[in-house]
Protein backbone atom coordinates (compact mmCIF):
# COMPACT_ATOMS: atom_id res chain seq x y z
CA UNK A 1 0.00 0.00 0.00
CA UNK A 2 1.17 3.40 -0.94
CA UNK A 3 2.56 5.72 2.43
CA UNK A 4 0.90 8.95 2.90
CA UNK A 5 1.46 11.87 4.52
CA UNK A 6 -0.99 13.81 6.75
CA UNK A 7 -0.22 17.33 8.24
CA UNK A 8 -2.09 19.27 11.24
CA UNK A 9 -2.75 22.19 10.48
CA UNK A 10 -3.56 25.12 12.82
CA UNK A 11 -4.20 27.73 10.02
CA UNK A 12 -4.94 27.82 6.39
CA UNK A 13 -1.83 29.79 5.77
CA UNK A 14 -0.30 26.03 6.98
CA UNK A 15 -2.90 24.08 5.64
CA UNK A 16 -1.69 25.63 1.77
CA UNK A 17 1.60 25.41 2.71
CA UNK A 18 1.80 21.44 3.87
CA UNK A 19 -0.32 20.93 0.45
CA UNK A 20 2.38 22.82 -1.39
CA UNK A 21 4.92 20.58 -0.15
CA UNK A 22 2.88 17.59 -1.31
CA UNK A 23 1.46 16.54 1.88
CA UNK A 24 -1.35 13.93 1.19
CA UNK A 25 -4.29 14.98 3.85
CA UNK A 26 -4.72 17.76 6.35
CA UNK A 27 -5.92 17.79 10.04
CA UNK A 28 -7.59 21.13 10.13
CA UNK A 29 -7.29 21.95 13.80
CA UNK A 30 -7.27 25.20 16.12
CA UNK A 31 -6.18 26.33 19.63
CA UNK A 32 -2.60 24.73 19.07
CA UNK A 33 -2.23 25.43 23.43
CA UNK A 34 -5.22 22.99 24.07
CA UNK A 35 -4.06 20.23 21.99
CA UNK A 36 -6.42 21.21 18.92
CA UNK A 37 -10.10 21.87 19.15
CA UNK A 38 -12.45 22.77 16.55
CA UNK A 39 -12.08 25.16 13.85
CA UNK A 40 -14.44 27.67 13.19
CA UNK A 41 -17.35 26.94 10.16
CA UNK A 42 -15.68 29.47 7.55
CA UNK A 43 -11.78 28.47 8.16
CA UNK A 44 -13.49 24.56 7.54
CA UNK A 45 -15.17 26.28 4.27
CA UNK A 46 -12.24 27.97 2.89
CA UNK A 47 -9.95 25.04 3.13
CA UNK A 48 -12.67 22.90 1.29
CA UNK A 49 -12.83 25.44 -1.28
CA UNK A 50 -8.95 26.14 -1.66
CA UNK A 51 -7.18 22.83 -1.27
CA UNK A 52 -6.43 19.80 -3.96
CA UNK A 53 -6.15 17.34 -1.06
CA UNK A 54 -8.59 15.87 1.74
CA UNK A 55 -9.06 17.67 4.57
CA UNK A 56 -9.67 15.72 8.03
CA UNK A 57 -11.52 18.54 10.67
CA UNK A 58 -11.16 17.88 14.68
CA UNK A 59 -14.04 17.83 16.46
CA UNK A 60 -13.23 18.74 20.10
CA UNK A 61 -14.97 21.88 21.74
CA UNK A 62 -12.12 21.85 24.47
CA UNK A 63 -9.01 21.41 25.56
CA UNK A 64 -8.48 18.15 28.71
CA UNK A 65 -9.94 15.15 29.00
CA UNK A 66 -11.85 12.91 26.68
CA UNK A 67 -14.87 12.72 28.73
CA UNK A 68 -17.76 14.77 27.65
CA UNK A 69 -21.15 16.17 29.62
CA UNK A 70 -24.34 15.67 27.54
CA UNK A 71 -24.22 19.08 26.77
CA UNK A 72 -20.87 19.09 24.99
CA UNK A 73 -22.11 15.58 22.97
CA UNK A 74 -24.97 17.52 21.50
CA UNK A 75 -22.70 20.33 20.36
CA UNK A 76 -20.08 17.93 18.87
CA UNK A 77 -23.11 16.19 16.76
CA UNK A 78 -24.28 19.56 15.61
CA UNK A 79 -20.60 20.15 14.54
CA UNK A 80 -20.36 16.76 12.70
CA UNK A 81 -23.33 18.02 11.19
CA UNK A 82 -22.75 21.37 9.99
CA UNK A 83 -19.06 20.00 8.65
CA UNK A 84 -20.96 17.64 7.21
CA UNK A 85 -22.87 19.57 5.23
CA UNK A 86 -19.77 21.57 3.68
CA UNK A 87 -18.52 18.24 2.16
CA UNK A 88 -15.44 17.67 4.03
CA UNK A 89 -13.68 14.35 3.52
CA UNK A 90 -13.61 13.37 7.38
CA UNK A 91 -13.31 13.97 11.12
CA UNK A 92 -11.90 13.38 14.08
CA UNK A 93 -12.95 12.85 16.95
CA UNK A 94 -12.76 10.39 20.71
CA UNK A 95 -14.79 9.53 23.14
CA UNK A 96 -13.56 7.57 26.79
CA UNK A 97 -15.54 6.93 29.50
CA UNK A 98 -14.43 7.85 33.27
CA UNK A 99 -12.76 4.21 33.56
CA UNK A 100 -10.67 4.70 30.56
CA UNK A 101 -12.39 2.69 28.10
CA UNK A 102 -14.24 3.66 24.89
CA UNK A 103 -17.40 5.12 24.77
CA UNK A 104 -18.70 3.18 22.20
CA UNK A 105 -22.38 4.06 22.58
CA UNK A 106 -21.41 7.90 21.42
CA UNK A 107 -18.74 6.99 18.86
CA UNK A 108 -21.30 4.54 17.62
CA UNK A 109 -23.76 7.41 16.87
CA UNK A 110 -20.87 10.23 15.79
CA UNK A 111 -20.09 6.94 13.33
CA UNK A 112 -23.61 6.70 11.87
CA UNK A 113 -24.04 10.40 11.66
CA UNK A 114 -20.51 11.38 10.04
CA UNK A 115 -21.10 8.76 7.14
CA UNK A 116 -19.81 8.74 4.48
CA UNK A 117 -17.28 10.75 5.61
CA UNK A 118 -14.02 8.87 7.15
CA UNK A 119 -13.68 9.07 11.15
CA UNK A 120 -10.47 9.03 12.95
CA UNK A 121 -10.58 8.07 16.47
CA UNK A 122 -7.75 10.74 17.96
CA UNK A 123 -4.95 10.68 20.40
CA UNK A 124 -7.63 10.23 22.80
CA UNK A 125 -6.73 6.18 21.87
CA UNK A 126 -3.48 6.76 23.68
CA UNK A 127 -5.19 7.25 27.39
CA UNK A 128 -7.24 3.97 27.27
CA UNK A 129 -6.84 1.81 29.65
CA UNK A 130 -6.69 -1.49 27.11
CA UNK A 131 -5.32 -0.36 23.90
CA UNK A 132 -6.00 -4.14 22.34
CA UNK A 133 -9.58 -4.33 23.41
CA UNK A 134 -10.17 -0.44 22.19
CA UNK A 135 -8.13 -1.60 19.19
CA UNK A 136 -11.26 -4.16 18.55
CA UNK A 137 -14.24 -2.14 19.39
CA UNK A 138 -13.15 0.62 17.01
CA UNK A 139 -13.01 -1.81 14.55
CA UNK A 140 -16.65 -3.25 15.13
CA UNK A 141 -17.61 0.55 15.23
CA UNK A 142 -16.58 1.22 11.79
CA UNK A 143 -13.89 3.57 12.36
CA UNK A 144 -11.34 4.47 9.65
CA UNK A 145 -7.98 5.04 11.65
CA UNK A 146 -6.95 5.35 15.06
CA UNK A 147 -3.87 8.15 15.33
CA UNK A 148 -1.92 7.08 18.17
CA UNK A 149 1.67 7.91 19.51
CA UNK A 150 1.76 4.05 21.39
CA UNK A 151 0.61 5.38 24.86
CA UNK A 152 3.30 7.47 24.76
CA UNK A 153 4.22 11.04 24.80
CA UNK A 154 5.88 10.62 21.37
CA UNK A 155 5.38 7.96 18.60
CA UNK A 156 8.99 6.92 18.53
CA UNK A 157 8.58 6.03 22.46
CA UNK A 158 5.80 3.84 21.71
CA UNK A 159 7.05 2.12 18.62
CA UNK A 160 6.55 -1.44 20.47
CA UNK A 161 2.64 -0.94 20.77
CA UNK A 162 2.55 1.19 17.47
CA UNK A 163 4.03 -1.96 16.24
CA UNK A 164 1.72 -4.55 17.82
CA UNK A 165 -1.14 -2.47 17.11
CA UNK A 166 -0.55 -2.57 13.14
CA UNK A 167 -0.09 -6.38 13.41
CA UNK A 168 -3.32 -7.15 15.10
CA UNK A 169 -5.06 -4.30 13.02
CA UNK A 170 -4.51 -6.97 10.09
CA UNK A 171 -5.58 -4.09 7.34
CA UNK A 172 -8.98 -3.83 9.58
CA UNK A 173 -8.25 -0.17 10.71
CA UNK A 174 -5.70 2.07 9.61
CA UNK A 175 -3.28 2.64 12.58
CA UNK A 176 -1.53 5.76 11.98
CA UNK A 177 1.72 7.12 13.63
CA UNK A 178 1.54 10.55 15.17
CA UNK A 179 3.26 12.92 17.83
CA UNK A 180 7.05 13.88 17.07
CA UNK A 181 6.89 11.87 13.79
CA UNK A 182 9.56 14.35 11.97
CA UNK A 183 12.00 13.81 9.08
CA UNK A 184 14.89 13.11 11.56
CA UNK A 185 12.82 9.72 12.78
CA UNK A 186 10.50 9.09 9.96
CA UNK A 187 12.40 6.16 8.81
CA UNK A 188 12.91 4.44 11.74
CA UNK A 189 9.03 4.69 12.12
CA UNK A 190 8.35 3.57 8.67
CA UNK A 191 10.59 0.70 9.02
CA UNK A 192 9.70 -0.94 12.83
CA UNK A 193 5.76 -0.46 12.30
CA UNK A 194 5.55 -0.94 9.13
CA UNK A 195 2.19 1.89 8.69
CA UNK A 196 1.17 3.08 5.69
CA UNK A 197 0.05 6.37 7.00
CA UNK A 198 2.31 8.84 9.23
CA UNK A 199 0.70 12.18 11.00
CA UNK A 200 2.95 14.88 11.54
CA UNK A 201 2.52 18.54 12.60
CA UNK A 202 5.60 19.63 11.14
CA UNK A 203 5.80 22.78 13.39
CA UNK A 204 7.31 25.77 13.42
CA UNK A 205 6.75 28.97 15.12
CA UNK A 206 6.87 32.45 13.46
CA UNK A 207 7.06 35.91 15.32
CA UNK A 208 4.53 38.78 15.43
CA UNK A 209 4.64 41.80 13.04
CA UNK A 210 3.98 43.90 15.44
CA UNK A 211 6.45 46.78 16.38
CA UNK A 212 4.83 47.74 19.65
CA UNK A 213 4.43 44.67 22.21
CA UNK A 214 2.61 45.53 25.89
CA UNK A 215 4.62 43.32 28.35
CA UNK A 216 2.70 44.03 31.11
CA UNK A 217 -0.27 41.85 30.12
CA UNK A 218 -1.08 38.27 28.47
CA UNK A 219 -4.40 38.09 26.89
CA UNK A 220 -4.60 34.53 28.26
CA UNK A 221 -2.99 35.19 31.40
CA UNK A 222 -0.05 32.10 30.82
CA UNK A 223 3.14 33.72 31.09
CA UNK A 224 4.03 30.36 29.12
CA UNK A 225 2.48 31.32 26.24
CA UNK A 226 4.02 33.69 23.67
CA UNK A 227 1.47 35.90 22.09
CA UNK A 228 3.74 37.49 20.09
CA UNK A 229 4.26 34.17 17.90
CA UNK A 230 2.12 31.90 16.00
CA UNK A 231 2.33 28.30 14.79
CA UNK A 232 3.07 27.16 11.60
CA UNK A 233 4.53 24.40 9.55
CA UNK A 234 8.16 23.79 8.12
CA UNK A 235 8.05 23.35 4.50
CA UNK A 236 11.16 22.14 4.32
CA UNK A 237 10.52 19.02 6.83
CA UNK A 238 7.39 18.76 4.89
CA UNK A 239 8.98 18.14 1.78
CA UNK A 240 11.59 15.79 3.26
CA UNK A 241 9.27 13.66 4.82
CA UNK A 242 7.27 13.26 1.56
CA UNK A 243 10.49 12.48 -0.25
CA UNK A 244 11.28 10.00 2.50
CA UNK A 245 8.05 8.39 1.56
CA UNK A 246 8.41 8.44 -2.33
CA UNK A 247 11.26 6.29 -1.71
CA UNK A 248 9.56 3.92 0.18
CA UNK A 249 6.94 4.12 -2.40
CA UNK A 250 8.88 3.20 -4.93
CA UNK A 251 10.65 0.19 -3.32
Request: charged share 20%; aromatic share 6%; hydrophobic share 40%.
Amino acid sequence: MQKRLEICCYSMESALVAQKQGAYRIELCDNYSEGGTTPSLATIQYAVNELDIPVNVIVRPRGGDFLYSDLEYEIMKLEVKMIKSLNVNGIVIGFLTSDGDIDVSKMSEIVKLAKPMEVTFHRAFDMCRDPFIALEQLIEIGVTRILTSGGKNKATEGLDLITSLVHKAHNRIIIMPGSGVSEQNLKEVIIKTNATEFHSSAKMFTPSNMNYFNKSITMGGQNSIDEYSKISVNPNSIRKMVEILHEFNCL
